[in-house]
């Protein structure tokens, strides 16, 4: 069959490995992919919104199955699109309506889906700029830090955790009145500090059954032990280790089934990925944020372990027959370290050559902002490629990803040094806690 794959990340490179794998995929179209897709994949140069575009290739490529890999299409409604055209509503679009997108696109909703299904979420309350005092009021009510979040998307930096009281009122108002995020600021949810430890939990629906893909860590902060400021992710681990049986089982029995369950008695037509940013707070998983896709990083160490054909997968959610796959994991541990643009998350230069590709070994490079220039591989955003690979446990994994970021060069690249470095002593829940409360997917 013929696939189109929607995005231009790494995430989406992971998909296209793996898809590519699959006996069931004849052709696979990327839009618009990046350097690592094009040598995989055929390569389309329009936007992942331009849906337009999207359903003139489609007709003309006899596309038969669309896999979502970032959120603003799906915020912006492309289940929805094809749903409604009587040429396209016959093709399955692997990812949640634009009302089931809305998990991800406003954290109040999100929350009031949480709040009306039971599922454990910090306390919260949103604000409008006509309600912003009222909000400078609610903050006073709380302890310190504070957490601020735009409701809408705001590309992974709408949310803020400050400490000084005044501070928090002055960047609320800069927030709703000053639009400081735009219109994705337009309403802000403040909500309840939480200490834990952080994990992610993926899980595949296809409205009715569901079934949990591997667990992962990623790294947002820019700097080593967690300093700096957030970025889009440099780098993951998947399984997170401290995560056991037990805590599985809460995370399933409390946060899974509810939600699953929450999206059918809410009529909300899903069929894709839901992303649970949880904490672990004393052992019991609470939620922090909803995603409606696969996280990136965490992609390039999750789709790695999946041992099962993944087009398979998806031809189960779309035929609501996932209840009858088994879903195979590799039991090795997977690692990725990304490198980044010298200056990212700020200003950072495209177009640097990047070397030593051709000397990785036993490791898969999955690309992200890169693009063929002339024939060569150059840089093409912050950040630049992923380095996955496996171990018997998460730090030999690592060593053979980093072992192969030393043989590739490009001018001002960066990369953190000490991913996985708050797992070592970890051995269960109870013996560390970590500070965090900060979701940025």
Request: with cysteine; net charge negative.
């Amino acid at each position: 069959m013929n696939i189109l794959l929607l995005g231009s990340g790494g995430r989406e490179h992971a998909f296209a490995w793996k898809m590519t794998q699959s006996p069931l995929c004849d052709t696979l179209f990327v839009a618009p992919g990046n350097a690592g897709t094009a040598t995989i994949a055929t390569n389309l140069d329009f936007s992942a919104t331009d849906f337009e575009a999207i359903k003139a290739v489609v007709i003309k490529e006899n596309i038969e199955m669309v896999v979502v890999g970032p959120e603003d299409p799906l915020v912006k409604g492309v289940y929805d699109f094809f749903l409604n055209d009587a040429d396209l509503k016959h093709i399955p679009v692997i990812g949640p309506s634009k009302l089931g997108a809305q998990l991800e696109g406003s954290k109040e909703f999100a929350k009031e889906f949480m709040m009306k299904h039971q599922v454990p979420t910090a306390a919260y309350d949103s604000f409008t700029a006509e309600t912003v005092e009222k909000g400078c009021e609610f903050l006073a009510t709380l302890q310190p830090p504070y957490v601020l979040k735009a409701d809408g998307l705001a590309a992974g930096k709408g949310v803020l955790i400050i400490q000084d009281l005044a501070e928090a009122q002055t960047e609320l108002r800069n927030m709703l009145v000053g639009q400081k995020f735009g219109a994705a600021s337009s309403k802000v949810v403040i909500e309840e500090f939480l200490d834990g430890i952080e994990l992610s939990c993926f899980v595949l629906t296809d409205g009715k059954s569901y079934k949990i893909l591997p667990t992962a860590k990623d790294y947002k902060r820019i700097g080593e032990g967690d300093t700096g400021l957030n970025t889009g992710g440099m780098g993951a681990v998947s399984p997170v280790p401290y995560v056991d049986a037990v805590l599985m089982e809460k995370i399933e029995t409390r946060i899974v089934q509810p939600t699953i369950a929450g999206l059918q008695k809410d009529g909300i037509p899903y069929k894709g990925f839901v992303f649970i940013g949880l904490i672990n707070v004393n052992n019991e998983p609470i939620v922090i944020e909803y995603n409606v896709r696969m996280g990136d990083p965490e992609t390039e160490v999750v789709v790695p372990r999946l041992k099962s054909d993944i087009v398979e997968l998806f031809l189960a959610v779309a035929n609501e027959k996932l209840d009858e796959f088994n879903l195979e994991v590799d039991e090795r541990s997977a690692t990725t370290v990304m490198i980044v643009s010298g200056g990212y998350p700020e200003d950072f230069e495209k177009g640097k050559v990047i070397s030593g590709l051709e000397n990785v070994e036993n490791s898969i490079v999955f690309h992200a902002g890169t693009k063929l220039d002339k024939g060569a591989v150059v840089t093409n955003g912050g950040r630049v490629m992923a380095i996955t690979s496996y171990g018997n446990n998460f730090q030999e994994a690592l060593q053979q990803s980093y072992d192969n970021v030393s043989k590739i060069q490009f001018e001002k690249m960066n990369y953190r040094k000490d991913i996985g470095f708050d797992l070592v002593s970890i051995e269960k829940p109870s013996s560390k806690t970590v500070t965090t409360g900060l979701f940025l997917f």
